[in-house]
């Protein structure tokens, strides 16, 4: 495995604690890897349940954005804005993610351009590789985001 030499706050165009990955692992096999900690309080998660399954796709959607942001980085450029368009094929093995479950969550991209990537997704629980849940994410990464929101109405202050 290649370690990711960058904290996931740094790879992310957001802040806690909206970033819900505790870190960026790095990559494996054509793989990029986060990992986090399901915990009481966190955003999205149940007291006493855990997270539900389709929270796991926010996971995923975090995962492709903090590969494409180690990937701006190591190009010298700046961590950008993207945008989930699509889930295709989501399926979960369990309705939940237990308080305590450490998860890891890859990403391999299938399709990408300048803009536009699709990638396949799979949640795993940590030190067993057991496969919880899996999709294929579709996301959109703007050249201009202020644009884009000002095309919508959306005012960006500078």
Known sequence: MSACPWPIEDLLPHARPMILLDEAVGRVDGRFVSALTVREGAPFVVTGRGAPAHVAVEWMAQTCGAQVGAEAREAGGDVRLGLLLGTRDFRASVPWFAIGE???VSVAPVFRDENIGSFDCVVTRAGTGEELAKAQLTV??????????????VQVKR
């Open 102 to 104: 450490r998860l890891e």
């Open 140 to 153: 959109y990464q703007p050249e201009d985001t202020a644009a884009l929101l000002a095309s919508q109405g």
